[in-house]
T-cell receptor
């Protein structure tokens, strides 16, 4: 059974701190790893990683994948109260060769709270 | 561009009633996914379609659940009869993928379902 484990489950820091969120996985037929941010409604897409060792960056957020050790990290620097959310890690597996996408297996998420 | 559109946003109904959730994917996407989110189990994949064809429904909890995708711009998830344990937020997501290119899944705002 495919498994995605995130840590920590919750984290409280002060504005301006840097945080690192962890995601490890055990899946068959790995295709990609994705990070999402969920506030009150829908998960919103942050990063999609397919290659090991290549950092993806967007403003104060960055992420990297290690396919040998089967984990990824999400870094947020100079945190702001607007970064408070649940951050979800998900893995897409390539079970089907028909050319379409495959469903995602999600971790339980890290609940991040940024205090002013 | 319009995102994934789900309806209704909220549904409250009594146990035993039929519930139908609706989803319009992003135009041009060839894959559609139904997920369920609860506090206990997190986000779980129920079923997904590639080019309107159901690929994997192993996540559908019971025969009471069924899903259809009659065309590229519409899908339904039906629960009949509904039970209190079906109460959750149901998300629809869509993406485009072919053999060379994979894009991330984008989520609708969800339907919050409460079965009394």
């Amino acid at each position: 059974e495919d498994k995605v484990v995130q840590s920590p489950l919750s984290l409280v820091v002060h504005e301006g701190d840097t945080v690192t969120l962890n995601c490890s996985y055990e899946v068959t037929n790995f295709r990609s790893l994705l990070w999402y941010k969920q506030e009150k409604k829908a998960p919103t897409f942050l990063f999609m990683l397919t290659s090991s060792g290549i950092e993806k960056k967007s403003g104060r957020l960055s992420s990297i994948l290690d396919k040998k050790e089967l984990f990824s990290i999400l870094n947020i620097t100079a945190t702001q109260t607007g970064d408070s959310a649940v951050y979800l890690c998900a893995v897409e597996t390539g079970m089907y060769s028909g050319g379409g996408a495959d469903g995602l297996t999600f971790g339980k998420g890290t609940h991040l709270i940024i205090q002013p | 561009d319009a995102g994934v559109i789900q309806s209704p946003r909220h549904e409250v109904t009594e146990m035993g009633q039929e519930v139908t959730l609706r989803c319009k994917p992003i135009s041009g996407h060839n894959s559609l996914f139904w997920y369920r989110q609860t506090m206990m189990r997190g986000l779980e994949l129920l079923i997904y379609f590639n080019n309107n064809v159901p690929i994997d429904d192993s996540g559908m909890p019971e025969d009471r659940f069924s899903a259809k995708m009659p065309n590229a711009s519409f899908s339904t998830l039906k629960i009949q009869p509904s039970e209190p344990r079906d109460s959750a937020v149901y998300f629809c997501a869509s993406s485009f993928r072919d053999r060379e290119l994979g894009q991330p899944q984008h989520f609708g705002d969800g339907t919050r379902l409460s079965i009394l």
